[in-house]
């Protein structure tokens, strides 16, 4: 997957103080994602834009579109790829 096909699936981090305690609590970081995506091309996605490597993604539909929760192996990764993001 190339950087173009990954951007149209990551649509962009979705910030709130909840989503902030996940990534010190849960290693997690919440993403608005295209709504025809699956979990492992949400994956595939986080891999190409941002170079890390997700462990596991949980989804939910919204009235703010669908959310991706992606989960990273540890705290360190998870508040690096914030900070990197611009969340923190």
Known sequence: MNVD???KIILKPY???KT???IENES???FIVDKAASKPQ???AVSALYNQK???VNTARTIYGKKAFVQFETTE?????AT???ML
């Open 5 to 7: 096909q990954a951007s």
């Open 15 to 17: 910030i709130t103080e």
């Open 20 to 22: 902030f305690a996940m």
């Open 28 to 30: 997690k970081i919440c």
């Open 42 to 44: 949400i994956i595939e």
């Open 54 to 56: 997700a462990t596991n």
């Open 77 to 81: 990764k998870a508040r690096d790829l």
């Open 84 to 86: 990197k993001i611009g």
